[in-house]
């Protein structure tokens, strides 16, 4: 079974550059959630993408946005960085559409750094 | 007021020792009751799942939910300097309920 793989682990990007981070789901999972994750801070829910479609999404800006695409897989992409941007960008599978009552599997996640 | 409630710690406590990590929330509607493990440079891993109210025990751990106190806790025994990590609560209502998640408790267990 192949866990959730995440690249790159390490971004540093200037303040009003655009960035896509990937994400590889867990086999069998169908259901891919991006979450951000500031220093000392639990994670944030940024969106949810149940079978290419966005099932949910949190309280971030439309800069924010992502894909979803037939094997699963996913991206996150940020435009115009912003300096609270900065965190650790996680991707979580599931094997369950829906936002809360589905045990969650991370990715190590990507450390992003905008300066 | 935040929906979900934990103190960030640091909790040091020797090894051998039984540790109680505690979250508290506000929505009453709250049934689903999580807790997962991230180690440094690391993401969470789910330690616990639970349903609504009640006892679940699995190996050193185990999770209680007191839904009348809005009140979860974790409890660890005989820990292990492996344990040491920070301890993330995660809640939700239902489906259709994004997760709202505590900030985290920083445990160390010296050996």
């Known amino acids: 079974e192949t866990g959730v793989t995440q690249s790159p682990t390490h971004l540093i990007k200037t303040r009003g550059q655009q960035v896509t981070l990937r994400c590889s789901s867990q086999?069998?999972?169908?259901?891919v959630s991006w979450y951000q994750q500031a220093l000392g801070q639990g994670p944030q829910f940024i969106f949810q993408?149940?079978?290419?479609?966005?099932?949910g999404r949190g309280n971030f800006p439309p800069r924010f946005s992502g894909l979803q695409f037939p094997n699963y897989s996913s991206e996150l992409n940020v435009n115009a960085l912003e300096l609270d941007d900065s965190a650790l960008y996680l991707c979580?599978?599931?094997?369950?559409?829906?936002?809360?009552?589905?045990?969650?599997?991370f990715g190590n996640g990507t450390r992003l750094t905008v300066t | 007021q935040k929906e979900v409630e934990q103190d960030p710690g640091p909790l040091s406590v020797p090894e051998g020792a039984i540790v109680s990590l505690n979250c508290t929330y506000s929505?009453?509607?709250?049934?689903?009751f999580m807790w997962y493990r991230q180690y440094s440079r690391k993401g969470p891993e789910l330690l616990m799942y639970?349903?609504s109210s009640g006892n679940k025990e699995d190996g050193r751990f185990t999770a209680q939910v007191d839904k009348s106190s809005k009140y979860i806790s974790l409890f660890i025994r005989d820990s292990q300097p492996s344990d040491s990590a920070t301890y993330l609560c995660?809640?939700?209502?239902?489906?259709?309920?994004?997760?709202?998640w505590g900030a985290g408790t920083k445990l160390i267990i010296k050996p």
């Open positions: 929505n009453s509607a709250f049934q689903y």
């Open positions: 086999s069998g999972h169908n259901t």
């Open positions: 979580a599978s599931s094997s369950h559409r829906g936002l809360g009552g589905s045990p969650l599997h």
């Open positions: 639970t349903y």
């Open positions: 995660a809640m939700s209502a239902d489906s259709n309920y994004q997760l709202i």
């Open positions: 993408y149940y079978r290419e479609e966005e099932n």
